[in-house]
């Protein structure tokens, strides 16, 4: 159809297809909605953990949301608790990078963030689902204030290359064409008798009535350039005040281009579970529920430690430390019991001793590949000429996704844009860039769907989540093999040590998943406590 | 972007932007793929540079964190090609599993190694960055290994 268009960079996603299998476009909306399986979080209010043994402790390895959150519930009930963290900072993945932060991969390059104040970019999760209430209940209880993120915006776009001459489409006249074109062949199948064999005449009649409305039907049932559909996929020209104010009615996509384009397998993005309104942020980042924690446990976080060995025996757990900021240095921690948190590549690498089939399950799981890009451009282009305020498009474009910020709408000043969230191969070949490339392919691509990109541009940073020194990939990318296999093994307390985090939730890659399962993780823990403290 | 840049205009063949676009997971090495393409082969530096450099960086000297990225530059490991080649295909520690079949590869994130780029791939480890070991592995020797399931 678009013969003689030409994307202008297509010969590195050529290579990316000749190296490797990717997914293809439709699989790739469905992937970048699809963080894991769309389980309802088990959460069912504050843990119970009454009656804990007089003067037991707990180690907890790792001070992101799951260790946290784990801490916070211990020393509550009156166990001696102490965190050791890799990072100087407490939260782990959920972060969020501001002005004058400075990022160092690994592989030493750094990165200074030159967003001005109030701007960020959440290089991890972004997003909280109305049902995951484990999250929205610490957030209550820590006073991070939340406010609504946009999912769905019917203004924003989907974008393909390939499609009408890489012209972005809204999201609405995609989704009111699809829909309206549907719902025309279902009728039109209905009156031909084509369903005859499995639904009832008397169903047909209500079928026939339910289309036009689902549809945005004329009274013969037809999708057509009317009132009815451009008060769905938008007017050529909008209803105003006045003289000038009689609207005139949009031209529907026809069914062919819109089949052929593709872009249909965009629609149900913000259908999926997890993805349905209300969504949250903490006001001012994601990071915020990580300082949160932070602050509440202060000195209960040791920071820069890295874990170098991990011992239990019949009565302890030992584990061994390097201080970062003395470096050679090798301390010791010991309690009663551990919660280690630690992601599984580089838990994988710590020498402890675990039975076979713990050991097992943390080697089986690698990490997903996930890459975010914040842009800063010199003012909010996509609300003040392209009427976007929050949301996100999407492309078959390598970066993905653009998002919009679901905060600080018509600010006068400069915006930060999410310009690439990118998973698979585009991912790894992302992060196999240097972060000052990454922008400039952010940019590259992202200039396809507004062109405003080249005349914005401010600054921008780029996370690739395999260079994080402190997880080494995004999230545990279980395969239902690997989850039949190690995850009950994962999960069971080894004597005493039981490991927590998203990669011990069947709610892979969200933050609920971290912080159930490190409450289900310390419910066990404090049982078998309770058990030895009656014992003794 | 110089180099790899040119090397990766002498491959751009428009004939795939139409016939790949959005095309669900095709096996890269697929005869049809390759004739239409006109293509002879990706390297196994391009198979490198895109996808193993990430982890590994780009002189192959690994890196080092809370965990580490092991060293590729001189590792005595790779005197063995069975054990390069089970490492692409399985996977170990953290490392994914690039010789997954289709329908695991397709799941979310995964990407999927031909047995013929594995073998490029071992074969460019096994003779850069300081490294000097005999012997040219084939596509049909990666098959021969034990793929994941």
New interface residues.
Partial sequence: MQEDFEAPSPTRRELLRMIGITAGGSAMYQAMSSLGLAAESPYLGPVDLQSAPKGASVLILGAGLAGMCAAYELRNAGYRVQILEFNGRAGGRNWTVRGGDRITELGGLTQECRFDKDLYLNPGPWRIPYHHRAMLHYCKRLGVPLEPFVQVNYNAYLHSSRAFGGKPQRYREIKADYQGHVAELLSKATRQSALDASVSKEDQEKLYESLREWGALDKSNAYVANRAGSDRRGFQKEPGGGLNGRPIASVPIGLTDMLDSKLWSGISAGDRFDMQPTLFQPVGGMGRIGEAFGRELGPLIRYNAKVTEIRQDDRNVNVTYEDMSKPGTSLQARADWCLCTIPLPILAQIPMNVGPTMAAAISAVPYVSSVKVGLQFKRRFWEEDDHIYGGVSYTDLPITVISYPSTGFHGAGKGVLLGAYIFGINAMDFTAMTPDERVRKALEYGSQIHPQYHGEFDNGVAVAWHRAPFSMGCFGLWTEDARAKHYDDLCAVDERIALAGEHASFIGGWQEGAVTSALDAVARLHRRAVAQGERA | ?TAT?NR??M????A???A?????????DDPAFNAA?G?TA?TGA??Y???????H??DAQG???????PKLAGDPALVSWEYVALTILN????????G?P?S???????????DS?IADVVNYLRNHFGNRWKGNVTAAQVASLPHP?
Avoid at chain 2, 11 to 14: D, E, P, S
Avoid at chain 2, 20 to 28: E, F, I, K, N
Avoid at chain 2, 49 to 55: A, D, E, L, T, Y
Avoid at chain 2, 104 to 114: D, H, Y
């Fill in positions: 972007m840049g990766l205009k491959l751009r063949i428009a795939l932007v139409t790949l676009s959005y095309a669900a997971a095709a096996r890269a393409a293509i990706v391009q198979v540079q895109h996808i193993c450099q990430g982890c960086m780009p890196a080092v964190g809370a965990g580490h990225y996977g170990r520690n953290g490392m994914p599993a690039f997954q289709v695991q590869a397709t799941e979310f994130g995964a990407v999927r190694l031909s780029r399931p």
